[in-house]
Nanobody, 126 residues
Framework: QVQLVESGGGSVQAGGSLRLSCAGF????????MAWFRQAPGKEREGVAA???????VYADSVKGRFTISQDNAKNTLYLQMNILKPEDTAMYYC????????????????????WGRGTQVTVSS
């Protein structure tokens, strides 16, 4: 049974940094594409960053240059380093995994991921 557990969320002032982690159980990260999504109250879920089995990363335009996705296959852990945080980054952040190959255009589409964590809250104050 696949289980993804996020951690590292919290409250921070604008301009600050946080690092999110996603530990995986029952899944080998090196065989799966992995991604971070977020959802703010009253808004649709948004793809933030994704990484392929080959290590290729893609980012939403809103976070390019500020966020970095990475993974440690030995620890089966996915990370999202978030710098220069803005109030509009406030959301629940979820990690997701799926074994299917996708083109770069689909990596930030939530319907392409079968496994999801329960999320970790990030709140950025101005």
């Amino acid at each position: 049974q696949v289980q993804l557990v996020e951690s590292g969320g919290g409250s921070v002032q604008a301009g600050g940094s946080l690092r999110l982690s996603c530990a995986g159980f029952g899944v080998t990260y090196s065989n799966y594409k992995m991604a971070w999504f977020r959802q703010a109250p009253g808004k649709e879920r948004e793809g933030v960053a994704a990484i392929t089995t080959g290590g290729r990363a893609v980012y939403a335009d809103s976070v390019k240059g500020r966020f970095t996705i990475s993974q440690d296959n030995a620890k089966n852990t996915l990370y999202l380093q978030m710098n220069i945080l803005k109030p509009e980054d406030t959301a629940m952040y979820y990690c997701a995994a799926d074994f299917r190959y996708d083109s770069e255009a689909l990596l930030l589409h939530g319907h392409r991921y079968n496994y999801w964590g329960r999320g970790t809250q990030v709140t950025v104050s101005s």
